[in-house]
Each structure stands twice: as structure tokens, then as C-alpha cells.
């Protein structure tokens, strides 16, 4: 296993440990603990794209490991009202819907290609900044309620935009979908002159 994915991997064994902390209300770690991860996000993609590290696991590991640490954290800190309910939903509802994207694309013999949008990527680093200030701001008491106010709503738009796009690609892409008919899938199965290159790539992306 490469360096990168390594990293990703124990980006993802922070989330249990963030969301304790945030439930045992020790802010200050919960703070400390998802500055670590924000940065081995950075620190992951940076690393693959210097050293040439980029590998087809790390493509599909890094996206779920930021749906898991964002829709984990967002959850626990809308459930305390740390954050308002109506950006918790939007947050999981955008992943929910990207998730279903993917699985339905696999289902439908047409293989999601990972490519993240731009917008996604600000979309996620806005969703970490806002969490992050949200931990800080509780837990070091900063005063930062006017800033993070603000940021909801920022986020909250970029949440909502990002989905519309994966949306509106998703839906261009499948407008070309052409069901594989038996006899296609039997001549597949044989390995027969029908076959192929195997299964067409969609232009979903991923985050």
C-alpha cells in the first residue's frame, strides 16, 4: 500500500475518535484531532500527485474518506446544535445522492469514473474550515459566532451547488445509457466476438 493511502487510511480511523470526543464534549482534542485529518487530506493528494504516488484504490479510498470523516462530524455536531439541522441535511443528502449515483452506474454495467470537480473541491474544503472553526470556536471559547454564521450559509451554497453539477452530469451521462440486451450479455459471458473492451466508463465523477 502506498504512502498516500496509508495516510488516507488513518484519516479514516480519526473519525470514531473525533466523533467521541465531540459526544464526550472535550472540544479542544475534537478540535485538534480533525485539524490532523484536514491536513492528511492535503497532505495525501500532495504526495500522490509530487511523488507520482496516484493509485486506483487511493482514487476511490480518499473520496469515502472525506464522506465519512464530513457526513460523520456534521451529523454529531447538528445533533448537539452545534450547526443548524437544515446544513446537516443538505450535507448528507448530497453524499447520499452521489453514493447513489455510483452504486446505480455499477448496476447499470456503466462504471464510475473518479474525476472530482472543481467546485466539489471547494465544497469540501469549505465544509472542513467550517467544522473546524465550529470545534475551535466551542472549545476555546473565540468568539467566533459572526464568522461561522456566515460560513454556514457560504457552505451551505457550495453544498447545494455541487450537487446540482454531479446531478446534471450524471443525468447528460445517462441520457446515452443503452441497456445491454441478453443476447449481449450472453456473448459477454462466452466471451464472444460482442464482448468488448468490458464496461463503459461514466463521467460521474466523485468527490
Known sequence: MSIPNVITVFRIFLVPLVVWLIIDGDLQLAFIAFFLAGVSDALDGFLAKRFGWQTILGAYLDPIADKVLLVSIYVVLGFFAYLPV?????VVTRDVLIVGAFLLSWTLDRPVEVRPLLVSKVNT?????LAALVLADIGFALGLGRLTDGLVWVTGILTIVS????????????????????????????????????????AVPSR
Open 125 to 129: 474544503m469549505g465544509q472542513i474550515v
Open 163 to 202: 450537487a446540482g453539477a454531479y446531478l446534471i452530469n450524471w443525468l447528460r451521462d445517462m441520457a446515452t445509457y443503452e441497456p445491454v440486451s441478453p443476447m449481449q450479455t450472453r456473448s459477454r459471458q462466452s466471451g464472444g466476438p460482442e464482448s468488448g473492451t468490458g464496461r463503459q466508463k461514466s
Open 86 to 90: 437544515w446544513l446537516v441535511i443538505a
